[in-house]
């Protein structure tokens, strides 16, 4: 039997004991059903083999081939990832489009007496279903933008308010990346699918009664386009934003960036590409503080002729109006649970539209 995927934001497979993505590796990581696992039928090198048999030879031989090397890969997963399952497990299984990798895996559980489901149009359907609602519809929650120039530690703060109850996501530790030429994180960014079935996790079971807040960015968070829902929410989400020293910022910056600071030959290169921005003269300078292990002097130069002029040029181009303004002396560990108390008071009075 099939399963219609439902309504995306409160999905029919939350229902079932497991989610198994039958499809091949490939596929599986550049995106995957919420919460699915891995148990491809055919290996990424199985699949390109069948379907070269399938195109020169003739489908009858790819079906053969295939059916062997499914039966194959199916006992493995039955003996080394399911033997545990009681008689009560529910699975739903999918594949590209709800075809013959899912029936063919779902028959073989159903004889074991497994009461499993397949997802009708597989992933594809599930795709379908991102796409209309990051780039055809509306987003169906109200947002709050959480706002401060660099090193006013919002990623931090937006940790500390999901902590205190507040609805929260954090857009960078989603895609992967810190938002600015010195943001790359170890791992890298996912891709732009994985990105959006991470953005409807995210928001899944959210309350649109209250607010959700994320951090104020660009249309773009390394790699990764915002989607138009979501891009299209935010700016006309007013804005709460966090102000602090310059020294307190870079202080913080110093701490918050250790593992790029750990790297000098990765940092120095990628301060060459801020050249064109604000000079030879100014990047040689920031090159012989990296040499000199100068990293409070390098951020304070950073904020003050880099992020700085950058983000008063972003804010020449936001409508969204400023609905409060916290200040923070400093930005230490001991002070942001603080600053996080006052901004969730903040928050609890302004009106998200």
Not at 238 to 246: D, G, M
Not at 265 to 272: D, F, G, K, M, P
Not at 282 to 291: D, I, K, L, N, T
Request: proline share 6%; net charge neutral; with cysteine.
């Amino acid at each position: 039997m099939s399963v219609n995927l439902g309504d995306l934001w409160d999905g029919a497979w939350r229902g079932f004991d497991t989610v198994i993505d039958v499809r091949a590796p490939a596929e599986f990581a550049e995106d995957h059903l919420p919460g699915a696992i891995s148990l491809p039928v055919l290996s990424d090198e199985e699949r390109a083999r069948v379907g070269t048999i399938y195109k020169q030879v003739s489908p009858f031989d790819a079906r053969k081939i295939g059916a062997a090397l499914v039966a194959r890969n199916a006992a493995r997963h039955i003996e080394t990832q399911l033997m545990d399952k009681p008689g009560g497990w529910q699975p739903l299984v999918y594949c590209w489009r709800g075809g013959q990798r899912s029936n063919s895996f779902a028959t073989i559980l159903r004889q074991i007496g497994w009461r499993v489901e397949v997802l009708e149009g597989g992933y594809r359907s599930y795709r379908r279903a991102v796409v209309d609602a990051l780039y055809h519809g509306d987003l169906p929650f109200r947002l709050i933008r959480l706002d401060g120039n660099t090193g006013t530690a919002k990623t931090a703060l937006l940790a500390l308010m999901k902590d205190r109850g507040v609805q929260v996501v954090d857009l960078e530790g989603l895609a992967g990346h810190r938002g600015s030429i010195l943001g790359a994180v170890a791992g890298g960014q996912p891709s732009q699918k994985g990105f959006e079935s991470a953005l409807i996790t995210a928001f899944r079971g959210f309350d649109p009664a209250r607010p959700v807040v994320v951090e104020a960015e660009s249309a773009r968070i390394g790699a990764l386009r915002l989607p138009p829902a979501l891009w299209h929410a935010m700016i006309r989400a007013p804005r709460v934003e966090v102000e602090a020293p310059v020294p307190a910022r870079a202080a913080y910056l110093a701490r918050a960036y250790a593992d790029l600071l750990a790297d000098p030959a990765e940092l120095t290169r990628l301060l060459e590409g801020l050249r064109a921005l604000v000079g030879a003269e100014r990047v040689a300078q920031w090159r012989a503080m990296v040499e000199a292990k100068d990293w409070l002097t390098l951020a304070e130069g950073l904020v003050v002729h880099h992020y700085d002029p950058a983000y008063a040029r972003a804010r020449k181009r936001d409508d969204a109006p400023t609905a409060a303004v916290v200040e923070a002396e400093a930005l230490t560990d001991q002070a942001l649970p603080a600053i996080a108390d006052r901004l969730g008071q903040v928050l609890a009075q302004v009106d998200p539209g």
